[in-house]
């Protein structure tokens, strides 16, 4: 089965610019999160998915991210404008409906904002 | 909120002896406790979990205790081999419905020195 699909898996920004993720789940995962994960830290949820909603997005900097879920598959995770202190590995994860304590990551994206 | 403190942060060994991992958690609620695997660059994966109603779960190499009386949790990792190198993340969550509000540990960087 194929595994959460993201990209680019490498980004290098200078700051003030817009940068943006892309994320395919495991097909039939209806719910999909969005981790932030600082070096040396554990993964920290931005937004969390059921199918196009956001159910929970309480942890998003509202300010300058974005996610968006259109047709309840595929994600995208926008941050403009982008800050210094936004470098770090952005993590797309998915689960099967009712079982969210399964979670399935992607490889992530590594941004790093100069 | 939960809150899940892990330690310690670095842990290096002699291949074939035991590591072991120590977490604990604030939230009395939470029963569900998966460990995950990162290695460098790649995605973290589930390796084992545990839920509140046993105390001690094994799976070859690798087993996970509970006490939940005092909130702590434990992997443990016997004959160490240097494929075990990585980052080893604990979470805690509610089982079945909180799986989404998974909280994870800062992690451990598990170097096993041949």
């Known amino acids: 089965e194929a595994g959460v699909v993201q990209s680019p898996r490498y980004k290098i920004i200078e700051k003030k610019q817009p940068v943006a993720f892309w994320c395919n789940p495991i097909?039939?995962?209806?719910?999909l999160y969005w981790y932030r994960q600082n070096l040396g830290q554990g993964p920290e949820l931005l937004i969390r998915?059921?199918?196009?909603?956001?159910?929970?997005d309480s942890q998003l900097p509202k300010d300058r991210f974005s996610a968006e879920r259109l047709k309840g598959v595929d994600s995208t995770l926008k941050i403009q404008p982008a800050e210094l202190g936004d470098s770090a590995v952005y993590l797309c994860?998915?689960?099967?409906?009712?079982?969210?304590?399964?979670?399935?990551f992607g490889e992530g994206s590594w941004l790093t904002v100069v | 909120g939960e809150n899940v403190e892990q330690h310690p942060s670095t842990l290096s060994v002699q291949e074939g002896d035991s590591a072991v991992i120590k977490c604990t958690y604030s939230?009395?609620?939470?029963?569900?406790f998966p460990w995950y695997k990162q290695e460098l660059g790649k995605r973290p994966q589930l390796i084992i979990d545990?839920?509140?109603?046993?105390g001690e779960k094994k799976d070859q190499r690798i087993a996970v205790t509970l006490n939940k009386t005092a909130k702590h949790f434990s992997l443990h990792i016997t004959e160490t081999q240097p494929e075990d190198s990585a980052v080893y993340f604990c979470?805690?969550?509610?089982?079945?419905?909180?799986?989404?509000?998974?909280?994870f540990g800062a992690g451990t960087r598990l170097f096993v020195k041949a």
């Open positions: 545990i839920r509140s109603n046993v």
């Open positions: 979470a805690a969550s509610i089982y079945p419905t909180g799986g989404f509000k998974t909280i």
């Open positions: 994860a998915s689960s099967l409906p009712g079982d969210g304590n399964t979670i399935y």
């Open positions: 998915y059921e199918n196009e909603e956001a159910v929970d």
């Open positions: 939230d009395s609620a939470s029963n569900y």
């Open positions: 097909s039939g995962h209806n719910t």
